[in-house]
């Protein structure tokens, strides 16, 4: 069923798009995170106003909670969650490496204990896949080994050899399965590290699979050194494939990871901080919380087409957020998702016209004027 | 501007209608209460695709929060928050009662500390009078004194004279600021004394209002007590105004207070009970918490016509409040405010065919069933 096309490039920056059982989805583009079935605050009809193509769901919060005896009652995350749009699910291993009290990893697997109520549980390739097609995700993505920065080069090149054997583990069981909707995404690894980075991809294309992501990416490490890791990763995969950089990142990263190649993302940045106040326009961000905008009657900013926006002054938001007014989180939300999504939607435009260079030296021009 | 139309009687039930410079509220109804600018967790949208007719404003919050400054940049409330229909606002008397952490009452006014940073003020009955007509209220309500209960007659007899006495001023005051879209309501007070509440409402009413209010109720007393107050004060206003009653109540409250005549009610119980995970049904309530629903497919209540049931389940709507999701008091405060709503629009539509005895029959009997 997954189908993925290129239909325009601009230097390395690229335009695609790819098809699932879903609806279809124009690249390059950004993913909102629905960590626990819901990109928080958001209903499904505020996601489609957004012009949301395509959500997340964490596979590791998900399992926990509500657990897919819950969800399979709804044959999927979709009906459970009221959203028909496609989903994209991650693997729950970044989680368990964040978010989980201990957590062990074996060739077996990796073994965690909840961060809810430290309850042991089991994550194999294959108990990841299971997991993955009982949320009836469109893009299952395959278990990897996630290490922290810094890491020397044998625990890089030990999670790199391990990520490739898991990802085998992850296409055999997936194929196993027999055919259905669910496309499968390898993950590159590789750590800090330029050749293990090529090594890593050049296993993981040569295994098979729908798109190939690069994971390992923004875990605390310079941002010089991961846009040098990116550039390694994106340089050296297909041309056909979709090619996902996980977890990253500000609007700077997108547009110079598109710049090099990336075709999709995913990121908390625009709805965490969208609930810490932090709201974000062309000319960079600014905290709604500061008293400067106590009296202020413009929008977040002028010209945006956004809900929150057409309809509200900074003055009333700066109001709701220092109110913890539960309205804040949504307007807040919606703008900070329509600032990432139009980004995105401007750069497919760019590049389509053959003037992503010029796009990129005016994004940053206008966030210099102030 | 203000214009009260009886439209229709059964029994005591009355159905009516007003006409307010920002539309026309068909009575019996109820208000949803937006403390603070917002009903908690909801857009204008919302409310408007809920039927909310009128909404109501708390003047304590808004005087403390934005404040009127920042209001009065916004030419009043309706254009600060994007909500163009009607408002009440309260006179922030029961608030400074309920929330202030100290207060005292002098002839002048009451002084309070602000439940928030401790700051004295003053508020009179021409200040009260003021910031409503700074927030842009079209029903204003006269400043009263509250007081606890139980209380004695003394304390009874004073606050119902100061009552009198401060609504004479709050009508002085709005009269002398000329006329305008702004109509205001008088407030009966008078404890639980049979004779002080007669009195009150004869003092009031001899003021001359737009509407009046009944004041002092759901203040701790037993419910047979509330509702005999009720009783006295309803069965003595005059019918061509219409009678508010404050901050009430449960739904058997609300069947029960139209039954005695009384066209408004304003009660946090629809919204902040959602909040609690506190569903109201025709059978009944029910806390979405419980294991019980875990795996329920079906929706708050079969047949509800509301946004949250024509999309989510019980085990949805439980995964969300189990995981403090920020869209579970969204969805759960649209289906309470809809039965709120539409137990109003159906007593209207009961009266309107002089069924209200049935409706009422009816009414507890399907609550009886489970």
């Known amino acids: 069923m997954f189908q993925f096309t290129l239909t325009g490039t601009c230097g390395r920056a690229r335009t695609g798009r790819f098809v699932t059982s879903r609806g279809t989805v124009q690249t390059p583009i950004f993913m909102p995170v629905g960590t626990l079935g819901s990109v928080k605050s958001l209903s499904p009809e505020d996601l489609h106003e957004l012009g949301a193509q395509i959500i997340l769901g964490n596979t590791y919060h998900l399992y926990l909670r509500p657990g897919c005896d819950v969800i399979e009652r709804f044959s999927g995350l979709h009906r459970f969650m009221n959203w028909d749009g496609p989903i994209l699910t991650d693997s729950g291993g970044f989680q368990i490496f964040s978010l989980s009290k201990l957590f062990k990893i074996t060739e077996e697997g990796t073994t965690f204990q909840s961060h809810i109520d430290g309850s042991s549980h089991l994550l194999t390739p294959e108990k990841s896949m299971e997991i993955q097609r ?36 992850c296409k ?6 027999g055919p259905g909707p669910h496309a ?11 050749d293990l980075r090529r090594r890593s991809a050049e296993e993981i294309e040569a295994i098979g699979f729908d798109g190939i992501a690069v994971g390992g990416l923004s875990v605390g490490e310079p941002k010089e050194l991961m846009m040098e890791m990116a550039d390694i990763n994106l340089g050296a995969l297909p041309q056909e494939k979709p090619r996902y950089v996980m977890g990253v990142g500000t609007p700077e990263d997108l547009v110079e990871l598109v710049n090099l190649g990336a075709d999709m993302f995913d990121c908390v940045m625009p709805t965490r901080n ?13 905290n709604i919380k500061n008293a400067t905008y106590k009296y202020d009657k413009s929008p977040i900013e002028e010209g945006c087409e956004c809900y929150t926006c057409r309809n509200y002054s900074r003055a009333y938001l700066r109001h709701l957020y220092a109110s913890r007014e539960l309205l804040s989180y949504r307007l807040n939300t919606i703008h900070n998702l329509h600032y990432y999504l139009d980004l995105a939607g401007k750069m497919r435009e760019a590049i389509g016209k053959g003037e992503f260079d010029t796009f990129r030296k005016d994004f940053y021009s206008i966030r210099n004027t102030e």
């Open 134 to 169: 009982c949320l009836g995700s469109d893009i299952i993505m395959c278990l990897d080994e996630c290490i922290p920065y810094p890491a020397n080069r044998e625990q890089a090149l030990a999670a790199l050899e391990r990520t490739t054997r898991w990802a085998q583990r």
């Open 274 to 286: 969208a609930r810490n106040g932090q709201l974000f326009t062309s000319r960079g961000t600014f």
């Open 184 to 194: 499968l995404f390898g993950i590159v690894q590789g750590g800090m590290y330029e």
């Open 172 to 177: 055999d069981y997936h194929e196993s399965q």
